[in-house]
């Protein structure tokens, strides 16, 4: 999808987290990207990769569906495949070090342990929010409760009568037939 040219600006740990996307409630890599970090060619790393798929199962690598794709390209900015004939294949953190694995060059395996690490960070990372978002919503359930009883008691104040009571009538003063 992508050329990465200069795979130096992807090396660093903020270039490596923005290629790292979520998609079918995974964290996984691009395979242009990670043929790029690797230093070879997508084609190659592909071909690599069928020619030892049974290294790469469902939960290491698949392919992405049109939809997908053009979501992705969508929030990468792109506008083409950048002559890509196939729909891209993503890869999982497990299917990026089998990849490593698979290409056995010096460069994928140092890459791999920058891509794992990168891994590590996001998983982190996703725990440390998870974890506060778990304890907000135990604040909100304790508060709900205290606010409960608040709630309760205005709803009685509204109900009763606001204002003085009604007088009673006056007798008219005059002439009454």
Do not use: C, W
Not at 116 to 132: D, E, G, V
Request: net charge positive; charged share 30%.
């Amino acid at each position: 999808m992508r050329k990465n040219t200069n795979n130096k600006k992807l090396v660093s740990e903020e270039g490596m987290e923005q290629i790292i996307f979520i998609i079918r409630k995974q964290k996984v890599i691009l395979d242009s990207d990670l043929a790029a970090l690797y230093g070879v060619e997508t084609k190659n790393l592909n071909k690599a990769v069928q020619r030892n798929i049974e290294r790469f199962p469902a939960e290491f690598m698949f392919r992405l569906h049109k939809e997908e794709t053009d979501n992705l390209r969508f929030q990468i900015g792109t506008s083409s495949y950048g002559g890509r004939r196939y729909l891209p294949y993503v890869f999982t953190e497990h299917g990026a070090l089998m990849a490593a694995n698979v290409l056995n060059s010096s460069q994928a395996i140092s890459m791999s342990l920058i891509i794992i690490r990168t891994f590590i960070k996001l998983r982190q990372m996703l725990s440390i929010n998870k974890n506060l978002a778990q304890r907000l919503d135990e604040l909100e359930r304790k508060y709900d409760e205290q606010f409960q009883i608040i709630f309760e008691v205005i709803e009685r104040l509204m109900e009763l009568p606001v204002g003085l009571p009604d007088e009673p009538e006056k007798p008219k003063i005059g002439f009454v037939e």
